[in-house]
């Protein structure tokens, strides 16, 4: 499809657009004669021209509150040349009007085939400036149909600033697609360039995806961006030109295959490379001079990227890799982690919790190496370092400054010194010679046995007595017997919440975990298990959704009947994906009876629709009686005692599985005797 063809948006887009839900958007289909005619799409799912919808809306006085940020949000969506192909136009304008703001008032102002074609020299100037010879954006089209988006991208640059705007744009093209990327969070990030060092004025990423590890370092002059897809290395390379005053150079190749910084050696390279490829270039790249501690065996791609770091350091050059946990102790790569010890190119190995980054699951480590000097001795130690106990407790977003600070300190120590203060179950600096056998694996948890789960008599004894407390007020709290009703009871009438969201008696959101500031995120996992928050927050621009007590959160998918009314401890957070939150008004709507009987098996099953893979809830079609507030708290109350009573099954459970792991560990290790 062509550019000059007319945007299209669906009934969910037109909906956001206007700041309302789907079914209004049917409902004015149904209603009103003039809305624009579907143009595209299918019969059930059909599209709309962007410009009629507008146009419709702004005679209906719908889109007059609709925020700017909006407005360019769905230009970008409905971009017929895709929304990357739109997002690299609108940064290529905010750069445009960052570097040179005096110039694109008059450009704005001309019509629109004038105003591309007087453009592009200007942009092409701004580019070659920023971003050198060869770079990543020198093709960008600019044909006359994309002006009113470059128009709108700039107005919102003037609303939050350039920099902010794209941030915005890109962290919702990125949030509306998780699967399509693999995205190094922003903790991870800084805590990478935190143990590159602070005095790197060289930096490379031959894996940078959307520049997310290079804008996380501070006072670099020269940053080198490489990528094999040309949409993430366009948008790296404007990501990173409006980040700072750095010299960015962005290439679009595949680094192992096609180095484009082969005669470049920087200060320091961090990377988050893709994992567990096949086909990295085994066959071509036999004889590849960056071999240098061995040539890697087709299913280590990790070391190709390794050595690929190593090859491009200055000499006491600092590469961070996030690599998964099978290259520290895969049979196949142990001769070149032994070369790598030997000769002390490789200085750290940590573990980071699982959730770190993605694939969240798996606890990912982080390499740390250094480009060893040819007369140099090498360490006679490597530091190891495990932090998945200090996530143990509680949410790693609560957890990871803990583990940021652990991992620093421990590595500014090591590379001060040589050496660094053990801490028992955390991390050690351990002899090479211990490591160079016949595995070499470099696992930190095979040496860094954790401290005993009960931490020795003293404190099993407090979790004996706590866990006694607990069953005591379990048993208190049990439910009296189920006494039936003196009568047959009469059918009440019943309502959904979809009736009361539109009548009033409640506000229905749906979580998206994402906003401005630092709120954590009360995820799905959090919700079932009646724990606190612990999800990250994605940034966007959007004021984020926070919890008030008394809101009632309900998981959409899972199957499982679950609802959790929100009290002062975790009042405050946002809540996450595939979580809804109803907000009763308090004048017509108890939580506790609200989320009692959304609590329902048989309500839940009504409510739910099933797919291959998983139960979804559609939480407007569950239902309850319409009752009058006193009686709604009589139900209210009894709903209370019970989630109260599950609270203190679910807290005795956990004291349970300690106590009992604590006695398993410490008559293994002797911390406990027998008797």
């Known amino acids: 499809m062509s550019e000059e063809n007319a945007a299209e948006v669906t009934a969910a887009e037109v909906a956001r657009l206007a700041g309302v839900g789907r079914a209004a958007v049917?409902?004015?289909?149904?209603?009103?004669?003039?809305?624009?005619?579907?143009?595209?799409?299918?019969?059930?799912?059909?599209?709309?021209?962007?410009?009629?919808?507008?146009?419709?809306?702004?005679?209906?006085?719908?889109?007059?509150?609709?925020?700017?940020?909006?407005?360019?949000?769905?230009?970008?969506?409905?971009?017929?040349?895709?929304?990357?192909?739109?997002?690299?136009?609108?940064?290529?304008?905010?750069?445009?009007?960052?570097?040179?703001?005096?110039?694109?008032?008059?450009?704005?102002?001309?019509?629109?085939?004038?105003?591309?074609?007087?453009?592009?020299?200007?942009?092409?100037?701004?580019?070659?400036?920023?971003?050198?010879?060869?770079?990543?954006?020198?093709?960008?089209?600019?044909?006359?149909?994309?002006?009113?988006?470059?128009?709108?991208?700039?107005?919102?640059?003037?609303?939050?600033?350039?920099?902010?705007?794209?941030?915005?744009?890109?962290?919702?093209?990125?949030?509306?697609?998780?699967?399509?990327?693999?995205?190094?969070?922003?903790?991870?990030?800084?805590?990478?360039?935190?143990?590159?060092?602070?005095?790197?004025?060289?930096?490379?990423?031959?894996?940078?995806?959307?520049?997310?590890?290079?804008?996380?370092?501070?006072?670099?002059?020269?940053?080198?961006?490489?990528?094999?897809?040309?949409?993430?290395?366009?948008?790296?390379?404007?990501?990173?030109?409006?980040?700072?005053?750095?010299?960015?150079?962005?290439?679009?190749?595949?680094?192992?295959?096609?180095?484009?910084?082969?005669?470049?050696?920087?200060?320091?390279?961090?990377?988050?490379?893709?994992?567990?490829?096949?086909?990295?270039?085994?066959?071509?790249?036999?004889?590849?001079?960056?071999?240098?501690?061995?040539?890697?065996?087709?299913?280590?791609?990790?070391?190709?990227?390794v050595q690929h770091a190593l090859a491009h350091l200055r000499e006491g050059g600092t590469a961070v890799l996030l690599m998964p946990p099978a290259v520290a102790a895969r049979r196949s790569g142990r001769r070149i982690r032994a070369d790598l010890l030997r000769r002390g190119a490789l200085r750290a190995v940590v573990a980071l919790p699982a959730g770190a980054a993605p694939p969240y699951g798996i606890p990912l480590h982080l390499w740390v190496l250094r480009r060893p000097a040819p007369q140099a001795a090498p360490p006679a130690g490597l530091l190891l370092v495990d932090t998945a106990a200090l996530a143990a407790d509680g949410g790693l977003r609560a957890a990871w400054p803990a583990v940021h600070d652990t991992v620093e300190g421990a590595w500014n120590a090591y590379d001060a010194a040589g050496s660094a203060p053990e801490v028992p179950g955390v991390s050690r600096v351990v002899p090479v010679i211990e490591l160079l056998d016949d595995d070499v694996d470099l696992t930190p948890a095979r040496h860094l046995p954790p401290p005993a789960a009960g931490g020795g008599p003293a404190e099993l004894s407090a979790v004996r007595e706590r866990l006694g407390e607990t069953l005591g007020r379990a048993v208190r709290l049990t439910p009296p017997p189920a006494a039936p009703p003196a009568r047959a009871a009469a059918r009440l009438p019943l309502t959904t919440i979809g009736e009361l969201a539109r009548a009033g008696a409640l506000e229905l959101h749906t979580g998206t975990g994402g906003g401005s500031g630092t709120a954590p995120v009360l995820t799905e996992h959090d919700v079932y298990a009646g724990t606190g928050p612990s999800g990250t927050l994605a940034p966007t621009a959007d004021a984020p959704l926070l919890t008030t007590p008394g809101d009632v959160l309900v998981p959409l998918v899972g199957g499982a009947a679950v609802a959790r009314v929100v009290d002062e401890a975790t009042a405050g957070a946002v809540p996450g994906r595939g979580v809804a939150l109803l907000r009763p008004d308090p004048a017509a709507l108890d939580p506790w009876f609200l989320a009692g009987f959304v609590r329902g098996t048989a309500n839940n099953r009504r409510a739910s629709s099933h797919a291959s893979t998983a139960t979804r809830l559609d939480v407007r079609r569950l239902r309850l009686p319409r009752l009058p507030l006193a009686e709604q708290e009589r139900y209210g109350t009894r709903f209370r005692a019970l989630a109260e009573f599950e609270d203190a099954l679910r807290l005795a459970g956990r004291l349970g599985e300690q106590l009992v792991q604590g006695f398993h560990d410490g008559l293994s290790d002797g911390t406990v005797t027998p008797e």
């Not at 609709?66 to 040349?81: C, D, M, Y």
């Open 26 to 305: 049917s409902n004015w289909r149904r209603r009103h004669a003039d809305f624009p005619k579907p143009v595209g799409g299918t019969e059930t799912s059909p599209s709309f021209s962007l410009g009629e919808v507008e146009q419709w809306l702004r005679a209906q006085g719908k889109l007059a509150e609709v925020p700017l940020r909006e407005r360019v949000w769905q230009q970008i969506t409905a971009h017929p040349g895709g929304a990357v192909s739109a997002l690299v136009k609108a940064g290529s304008a905010l750069l445009v009007v960052h570097d040179r703001p005096a110039d694109w008032p008059e450009l704005a102002a001309d019509p629109d085939e004038r105003m591309a074609a007087r453009l592009r020299p200007v942009l092409d100037r701004v580019l070659g400036a920023r971003l050198g010879p060869g770079h990543a954006l020198a093709e960008v089209p600019l044909r006359p149909a994309a002006m009113p988006l470059l128009r709108a991208a700039a107005e919102l640059g003037a609303e939050l600033g350039a920099r902010e705007a794209f941030e915005f744009l890109l962290g919702r093209h990125l949030d509306a697609n998780p699967r399509q990327y693999t995205l190094t969070p922003d903790g991870l990030a800084a805590l990478m360039a935190a143990l590159a060092g602070p005095a790197v004025r060289t930096v490379l990423d031959p894996a940078c995806g959307t520049g997310t590890l290079l804008r996380a370092v501070s006072g670099a002059t020269a940053l080198h961006a490489q990528d094999s897809s040309p949409e993430l290395a366009a948008l790296a390379a404007l990501r990173l030109s409006l980040h700072g005053p750095a010299a960015v150079r962005a290439v679009a190749a595949d680094s192992l295959r096609a180095d484009a910084f082969a005669q470049d050696a920087v200060d320091a390279v961090l990377c988050h490379p893709p994992f567990n490829e096949r086909n990295w270039g085994h066959e071509e790249l036999a004889y590849d001079p960056r071999w240098e501690y061995g040539f890697p065996a087709r299913t280590e791609s990790e070391l190709a990227w």
